[in-house]
């Protein structure tokens, strides 16, 4: 760890008492919850009594004896409660929503950045993810502190439950090598040894221990609390210890819903007489609480943990505190204690031990106690300072790409990062991050001029003529492994670094469109947390042709138009996109207050999918002198506009020939316009209308309506619907994606719609075989139009 251990520690039975205070809280926060208010739909509220009892000494400890105010926690899911009653008791929660845990404005399931009022740094609720963010939040802070001076230091500590290592993700960024060498992270497993369906047979620590001792880790191990290990020393104590170790971890697990005699019979099950005669002077009353004497509830064995774990500067650390599910209650231990409630009989019997009563159950410790005094001084060691979340810089609206000649907009988005990067003011916020696929989604430019990011300065072994792949501190490109997860996880620290590392970034990451899926949690995970970066998915779509379908992605778009927090936009030529992208980059730089076009402001992330077939830019030239820059511009960013207008496309058409309106994004725009051409032919005016940001036309429309529903007025049509769709038209959606992510459009508009689109797995073939397979050729879309003709 980077930081040296906290200089004061307060008197152990001062901690101990605070501990007792916050565990009352936290199980009386989830007994309220679910006894003493009525959600009147009889759906249980639930929560975790026994999942936040397991931690409350190992957090107590952090908060209340360790942590500095620089430094950031993820908190498992289940002990949410266990934040929230610390945050109370340092004053940074009102006591008004202790009673409301999964209530209509009160405190979340589990810890989350956006919705919490106590200011959360790790979303936890995905379990797995919440572990592994702060890992890349160390990477972060690594990058920010060599591009833009040392920050203050931050420890990075994740508190994870030992079920959340069956988590693929958990190991996915273990290995990463982005990760090694952080030695200002530490994690700490609730080692209980239960799941949620069962006690889990057998442990397995050895397993995990290799693991990350593999992958560099140090690793502690935190087993024992003061009565075990000083027994341990007696004469005897190591066959105390041995049977201990071997006991199966059931069996062990059981003792804790035992006392007494019946308690000594089952620990001594299969005991060799060794022990039998060790234990035999010790009293009934004394022998349960030592052999159940676990070091994940000896605070001044975490203390000693986390000091270990500050030594150790040039890795990270891992802890494996042993806990017991449920630590000071009566359900504590019992396999099926996950998601049980404490009755409210017991719930008053734990009441009255710990002296208090129903005037006083939610009361603070007593600030003239030394435990009130301890807390007093530990709120204003913790207490930060306000983040600024914006960049003292101006975004160009554009680079003014050249593209003079055909075109991909995969290609296009590598020459607007090249040409940003020439910028002074927006270049050194720019960060690049790719998972082994930097180079064939077009990073290639930008890493030429800026180099990939290492700690250190790495000598170029391979030279090569064409990519100059130098890695030093001073490098803008974070390379992954091939892992999407740790792509997405990444892009969302990086997207956070404004608050977790004090200095606000440019985040933009590269995928295989079609692999977005596979780290869609962490994708969901960075934008559920309020994650400001871009991501460009490319190439996508069949129209990637000889590849195959297992290559082809088909219903990313669908995705990236309904992922909450994320603006998907999907162009089809040069300045559109460079258009967008700039926008997109100036959203980000001014931060969640401000705005940077007349729409409403976007605070989250943004989702470009690109492809590799070029197309001619001419039909973009002439809508732009049609039109002009500044209105052409605002109808490209707000997510629409009409690329043709068939009646000044093609002046021999009627005045009065029917109407057909053609929307489409991306690579098919090139068989619209023909079909448009096929259709003046037939006397029938297609206009075109390319829709750059299908997410931007379906909020509008969204907006309309629920004005609407919510004013029991009539809603109205969307401006920017009204100015891409002027004419009350039937309407033919064309997208190289699932049929249905547009198919919407006929409701918005209220016409009748066919919609064209990728409704199976694609296979190898080329652009034109695919197409025409879908029903994509412009002979298919003018067939299309006239059958949404038929049907108007």
């Known amino acids: 760890m980077s930081q040296e251990p906290a200089r004061l520690t307060p008197d152990l039975d001062v901690l101990d008492e605070i501990q007792q205070r916050v565990l009352w809280l936290s199980t009386r926060i989830v007994d309220a919850a679910n006894h003493d208010r009525s959600t009147g739909d009889g759906v249980k509220v639930g929560g975790h009594q026994a999942s936040s009892a397991s931690l409350v000494t190992a957090m107590t400890a952090l908060w209340f004896a360790h942590l500095d105010a620089a430094d950031r926690v993820a908190v498992k899911p289940h002990a949410s409660p266990v934040y929230h009653s610390i945050q109370y008791l340092l004053g940074n929660l009102d006591r008004s929503y202790l009673p409301k845990l999964r209530a209509r404005g009160g405190l979340q399931s589990y810890p989350s950045r956006t919705k919490d009022p106590d200011g959360v740094d790790f979303s936890t609720g995905s379990v797995g993810l919440g572990a592994a963010a702060p890992l890349f939040a160390a990477v972060t802070r690594r990058y920010v502190d060599a591009h833009f001076g040392k920050r203050p230091d931050s420890r990075f500590v994740a508190l994870i439950g030992d079920a959340e290592l069956d988590e693929g993700n958990i190991w996915e960024a273990v290995a990463d090598p982005a990760t090694t060498g952080l030695g200002n992270v530490m994690w700490l497993v609730d080692f209980n040894r239960q799941s949620l369906d069962r006690v889990v047979p057998g442990v397995r620590i050895n397993q995990w221990r290799g693991q990350f001792e593999a992958a560099g880790w140090h690793v502690v191990e935190v087993k024992y609390g003061r009565r075990l290990a000083e027994a341990y020393t007696r004469p005897g104590g190591e066959a105390l210890r041995d049977w201990i170790d071997a006991m199966p971890n059931e069996q062990y697990q059981s003792l804790f819903g035992l006392d007494g005699a019946a308690l000594r019979r089952q620990f001594l099950d299969g005991a060799p007489a060794a022990v039998e005669t060790f234990v035999a002077d010790i009293p009934d009353a004394e022998l349960a609480p030592l052999v159940t004497d676990l070091g994940g509830h000896d605070l001044a064995a975490m203390l000693d943990a986390y000091a270990q774990c500050d030594a150790v500067t040039d890795r990270p650390s891992v802890i494996f505190a042993y806990t017991v599910k449920g630590w000071g209650l009566p359900i504590a231990g019992n396999p099926r204690n996950h998601s049980a409630l404490l009755s409210t009989e017991?719930?008053?019997t734990l009441r009255t031990a710990r002296g208090l009563t129903r005037d006083t159950e939610w009361d603070r410790l007593d600030p003239a106690t030394p435990a009130g005094i301890w807390v007093a001084s530990r709120r204003e060691a913790l207490a930060r300072p306000p983040r600024e979340q914006s960049l003292p810089i101006a975004v160009p609206e554009a680079t003014g790409v050249r593209a003079n000649k055909p075109i991909s907009t995969q290609e296009v988005f590598g020459r607007v990062l090249v040409d940003l990067a020439r910028n002074e003011q927006v270049a050194p916020y720019l960060v690049t991050t790719a998972p082994d696929v930097a180079t064939s989604t077009n990073l290639a430019g930008f890493i030429n001029k800026t180099g990939v990011f290492a700690p250190t300065e790495q000598r170029l072994w391979n030279p090569d003529r064409m990519l100059r792949w130098e890695e030093h501190p001073a490098g803008q490109h974070i390379e992954l492994g091939i892992s999407e997860m740790n792509l997405f996880l990444l892009l969302g620290q990086l997207g956070l670094s404004w608050d977790l590392s004090a200095q606000p970034l440019l985040p933009i990451g590269t995928v295989y469109d079609p692999f977005v899926l596979r780290g869609l949690d962490a994708f969901l995970y960075g934008t559920y947390s309020g994650?400001?970066?871009?991501?460009?998915?490319?190439?996508?779509?069949?129209?990637?042709?000889?590849?195959?379908?297992?290559?082809?992605?088909?219903?990313?778009?669908?995705?990236?138009?309904?992922?909450?927090?994320?603006?998907?936009?999907?162009?089809?030529?040069?300045?559109?996109?460079?258009?967008?992208?700039?926008?997109?980059?100036?959203?980000?730089?001014?931060?969640?207050?401000?705005?940077?076009?007349?729409?409403?402001?976007?605070?989250?992330?943004?989702?470009?999918?690109?492809?590799?077939?070029?197309?001619?830019?001419?039909?973009?030239?002439?809508?732009?002198?049609?039109?002009?820059?500044?209105v052409l511009r605002r109808q490209v960013v707000s997510g629409a506009y009409r690329l043709v207008d068939a009646h000044q496309a093609y002046p021999e058409l009627d005045p009065g020939a029917p109407v057909v309106q053609l929307a489409a994004s991306g690579a098919l725009l090139p068989e619209v316009l023909a079909a448009s051409k096929e259709l003046a032919e037939e006397g029938i005016a297609a206009h075109v209308v390319e829709v750059t940001s299908l997410d931007r036309l379906y909020r509008a429309w969204q907006r309309t309506l629920r004005q609407g529903v919510r004013t029991a007025t009539v809603p109205s049509v969307a401006g920017v619907l009204r100015a891409a769709f002027p004419d009350r038209a039937p309407v033919v959606t064309v997208h190289d994606a699932s049929s249905h992510a547009m198919a919407w459009l006929g409701s918005a508009l209220g016409v009748a719609a066919v919609p064209l689109g990728v409704d199976e797995f694609g296979q190898s073939g080329s652009v034109e075989e695919l197409y025409e397979l879908h029903d994509l050729l412009p002979g298919s879309i003018a067939n299309a139009a006239l059958a949404a003709l038929s049907l108007s």
């Open 346 to 348: 017991q719930v008053d």
């Open 531 to 630: 994650s400001r970066f871009i991501v460009a998915g490319t190439p996508s779509g069949i129209t990637l042709a000889p590849e195959g379908g297992a290559h082809q992605s088909t219903i990313t778009a669908s995705v990236g138009l309904e992922l909450p927090g994320v603006t998907f936009i999907e162009p089809a030529y040069a300045t559109g996109l460079d258009w967008l992208l700039c926008d997109a980059l100036g959203h980000i730089a001014a931060g969640p207050s401000r705005t940077t076009t007349a729409a409403p402001a976007e605070d989250g992330a943004y989702y470009f999918r690109l492809t590799t077939r070029p197309i001619d830019q001419a039909p973009f030239a002439a809508a732009r002198a049609r039109l002009g820059d500044a």
